[in-house]
């Protein structure tokens, strides 16, 4: 499967700030998303990154929020705006990967904590 | 809406031991699912998949139930290990590129 890399690994942010988090793949695929796991939840679909336009957002999420950028077939970054103390989560980049089914695949995390 | 929930929050099991852990889902379109494993601190890993025209499904050590009559479905793991400890969660591919998540199962193996 694709190698799925992403940055930073962990922060400690300040209230009101925000963050930017990339995800590099090493190979070009054609569907990313975004996903965010609350502390000791399942993981809840942020949006679809969709490379040359606007990404897809599931309700309850907004480009606001949660700007995404998708500016090739290998990389997209996720922002937190105007982080609060909610916002601590793990954010996770998933890959879907051609093959009988609509196999995705998750990079490590970006694990942010917000104070 | 639809859901994906796990019978058991937690599950300890002998060294040795199999392990079932299961899942339930509602969504009777619901056409290929996935079994996830994460352990502390790193991302969901990948660990077997079934499609719906499938009850069965064996990889090394962990073998994958569906049960369309009931919509089960269950990650057996064989002669667990202490490696095996993590949260696993199941996963459901409703159309296209969505997929809804179990709430997961943590898996503690005892030596």
């Known amino acids: 499967s694709a190698v799925i890399s992403q940055k930073p690994s962990r922060d400690i942010c300040q209230r009101g700030t925000s963050l930017t988090i990339q995800c590099q793949v090493d190979s070009q695929v054609t569907m990313m998303f975004w996903y965010r796991q609350q502390p000791g939840q399942s993981l809840t679909l942020i949006a679809t990154a969709n490379q040359g336009s606007e990404a897809t957002y599931e309700s309850g999420f907004v480009i606001d929020k949660f700007p995404i950028s998708r500016p090739n077939l290998t990389f997209s970054t996720l922002t937190v705006s105007n982080m609060s103390p909610e916002d601590s989560s793990i954010y996770l980049c998933s890959v879907e990967e051609a093959g009988p089914g609509n196999t995705i695949y998750f990079g490590e995390g970006s694990w942010l904590t917000v104070v | 809406g639809e859901s994906v929930g796990l019978h058991l929050p937690t599950l300890s099991v002998q060294e040795g031991d199999n392990s079932i852990i299961n899942c339930a889902y509602s969504n009777s379109a619901s056409d290929y699912f996935i079994w996830y494993k994460q352990e502390s601190g790193k991302g969901p890993q990948f660990i077997i998949d079934?499609?719906?025209?499938?009850d069965k499904r064996q990889g090394q050590r962990v073998t994958v139930l569906l049960n369309k009559t009931v919509k089960h479905l269950s990650l057996q793991i064989a002669a667990t290990q202490p490696g095996d400890s993590a949260v696993y969660f199941c996963?459901?591919?409703?159309?296209?590129?969505?997929?809804?998540f179990g709430t997961g199962t943590s898996l503690t193996v005892i030596p």
């Open positions: 079934i499609r719906s025209n499938m």
């Open positions: 996963a459901e591919n409703i159309e296209g590129n969505q997929f809804y």
